[in-house]
């Protein structure tokens, strides 16, 4: 029998639906009214692609709000112009899950505070920052302060985060769409590169990436931060499987296809950080009592005659790779060369201004081609950028910045090792599945910058919020063990 509150909140809800269709309808109409009809087809998809983010947004809710998140975030390729800014698919889908937020904890259904931690604060300060540089020190504020909201728009997900997920329950869900939107990514990636090779197609596909060597980006911003995203979700499906007895069919098969998508982004970066990433999971599972040879070899086993399987294609190329670096001569390897000119342009502007840096994304408007040496690679009509990212940071926001940033990851490190030591069985896999991809990208991310970037907030969230609901509720660490 429904009690007068449920029936109320149901016709609620009904009515709130048929305020944002109607909403919707009437947003169409106006765009068919005012467009040109060129554009009337881009206008139709973009209103039909926002109905459906949101309704997903709004349904089982907060599962649909975070697959709205991850889903988006693993597309930042995705883009377009809205009043003069460069919008990508994340920004749009990040505002309709803050409105979905808004309207259901204006209906006492949701708090939106959380219980802040210590390093929270400094990232709230890193992101003021970015504000205060951009208004005060920039050579043009109103282009870097549009840019500093955008970066602050994508790092919403850290927060959205924290406020949809306030559970061990919630916390394991939300890996999981984290770990198959990967594998989905990966997946996808495999079939643009096997496409390329086979029909000479070039969809998913950077044909000059590598010189002559094409890349794989998928649905990512580009080719090494696709290798980034699978192979951090690689890392965290070895974790699950060395330390969770469940499910270990899924997350065996889940490891073979984000690895193979790794390995075909021949990116160098990620052929680094993927073996010690995964020597750091080893070691917290050899620690924990979960290192099992008789578990370790059948998936290796499996992973290694995946990858002779598409070796024929990838076997000359991983060598190729790295044939083109020589010390001695830095400038034989493009990309390298490419990369380390402009990042000595970016030094140049520090030591202009260190405290403060100069804005958000301000090497956008320090870049000249002739501002390189004699020889640079790099293409000329390609916006600069700077591939480091505390160099990044700190062009950006100063030493100031750059210290509130390496302040906020050092009190959440703390908070995650503490929650590690005292954590045992699937709490303990789910933490050091997060760790253990935190450092993959640590190590990558000074090859390619990504902190600007959606996925990489909704995956330090997801760690920010184990690490506060664990040494909140010591007494559950092992709930869903037993479970």
Aim: net charge negative; proline share 4%; aromatic share 10%.
């Amino acid at each position: 029998m429904e009690t007068n509150v449920e029936m109320s909140s149901r016709v609620q809800t009904r009515w709130l639906n048929t305020f944002l269709v109607s909403g919707e309808v009437l947003l169409l109409g106006w765009l068919l009214a005012t467009e040109d009809l060129s554009r009337v087809g881009l206008s139709l998809l973009g209103v039909i692609g926002a109905i459906t983010l949101l309704t997903v947004a709004s349904s089982r809710f907060p599962l649909g709000a975070l697959w709205v998140m991850v889903v988006s975030a693993a597309m930042p390729r995705f883009a377009g112009t809205l009043l003069g800014l460069h919008v990508r698919a994340e920004h749009v889908a990040i505002g309709l899950v803050a409105l979905v937020v808004a309207v259901i904890a204006g209906r006492n259904r949701l708090r939106l505070s959380f219980e802040p931690r210590t390093f929270d604060y400094f990232l709230i300060a890193y992101i003021a920052l970015n504000c205060v540089a951009s208004a005060v020190t920039s050579p043009e504020p109103r282009m870097t302060l549009r840019w500093a909201a955008l970066s602050a728009f994508a790092m919403g997900p850290y927060f959205l985060v924290r406020i949809l997920v306030r559970s061990e329950e919630m916390l394991f869900k939300a890996l999981d769409i984290m770990l198959w939107v990967g594998a989905a990514e990966a997946a996808y990636g495999v079939i643009c590169f096997l496409s390329n090779h086979i029909l000479s197609t070039t969809f998913g596909i950077e044909v000059e990436q590598y010189g002559f060597i094409p890349g794989v980006y998928g649905t990512q911003y580009e080719t090494n931060l696709f290798g980034s995203y699978t192979a951090c979700c690689a890392i965290m499906f070895l974790a699950l499987f060395l330390m969770n007895d469940s499910r270990r069919g899924q997350y065996n098969w889940g490891f073979a296809i984000t690895s193979l998508g790794a390995v075909i982004s021949l990116s160098r970066s990620v052929f680094v950080a993927l073996p010690i990433a995964g020597l750091l999971v080893l070691w917290i599972a050899q620690k924990k009592g979960r290192l099992r040879l008789r578990g370790v070899v059948p998936l290796f086993v499996g992973l290694s005659v995946l990858l002779l399987a598409v070796s024929p294609l990838v076997v000359d190329l991983i060598p190729e790779r790295f044939r083109t670096i020589y010390l001695s001569d830095i400038s034989s390897d493009n990309t390298t060369w490419e990369r380390l000119a402009q990042m000595a342009v970016a030094v140049e502007d520090v030591q202009a201004h260190p405290l403060l840096g100069t804005g958000t994304a301000s090497f956008h408007l320090f870049y000249d081609p002739d501002d390189f040496p004699e020889g640079f690679a790099g293409d000329a009509d390609k916006p600069g950028w700077i591939s480091n990212t505390p160099l990044r940071i700190l062009h950006d926001t100063g030493v100031i910045g750059l210290v509130c940033f390496l302040l906020f990851l050092a009190f959440l490190l703390v908070a995650v090792r503490a929650s590690v030591r005292r954590a045992s069985g699937q709490t303990a896999g789910l933490l050091t599945a997060l760790l253990a991809g935190s450092a993959l990208y640590a190590i990558t991310f000074q090859a390619t910058e990504a902190t600007m970037l959606a996925f990489t907030w909704i995956h330090v969230g997801l760690l920010a919020a184990a690490a506060s609901i664990l040494q909140e509720e010591p007494s559950d660490l092992d709930a869903c063990a037993s479970a």
